[in-house]
């Protein structure tokens, strides 16, 4: 059996994904391996850019831990993320708060004689 980590370049929050396989196929003059996996009672075949494979091997322990310090990695980053939206929702929702405020405020004096504004006229 054949363990993998993967990249995953178009998913920001999913950076890794790490499986097994029974069988490769690869060349040294190919960008690509090929990866045979039995799916439902038949052969599939995926083709892998090697520049996303982030490791090939046959060392089932090695891979375990090399998953779980990513995944540890991915757990740190991923609170630091939620934080920030969480930070972000807050501003957010202040900003509009006091937008919200301002503009209401200026609607109270909207109607004076000191505010050139049109729509009294309309």
């Known amino acids: 059996m054949y363990y993998v980590i993967k990249q995953q370049p178009e998913s920001p929050s999913k950076c890794f994904i790490g499986f097994k396989v029974p069988k490769y196929i690869a ?9 045979e996996f039995e799916q439902n009672g ?3 075949r995926k083709w892998i850019n090697k ?3 982030i490791l090939l091997t046959d060392d089932k322990d ?5 998953m779980d310090q990513f995944k540890a990695v991915e757990a740190e980053q991923q ?4 934080e920030a939206k969480s930070k972000l929702t807050e501003t957010i929702e202040a900003f509009t708060e006091t937008m ?8 109270e004096i909207r109607g004076s004689e000191d505010v050139p504004c049109i729509l009294k006229s309309l």
């Open 51 to 53: 520049n996303e494979i």
């Open 100 to 107: 919200n405020a301002q503009i209401n405020e200026f609607n």
């Open 42 to 44: 038949k052969i599939t």
């Open 62 to 66: 090695f891979f375990t831990q090399l």
């Open 79 to 82: 609170k630091l993320v939620d």
């Open 27 to 35: 060349a040294k003059n190919n960008d690509h391996v090929i990866f």
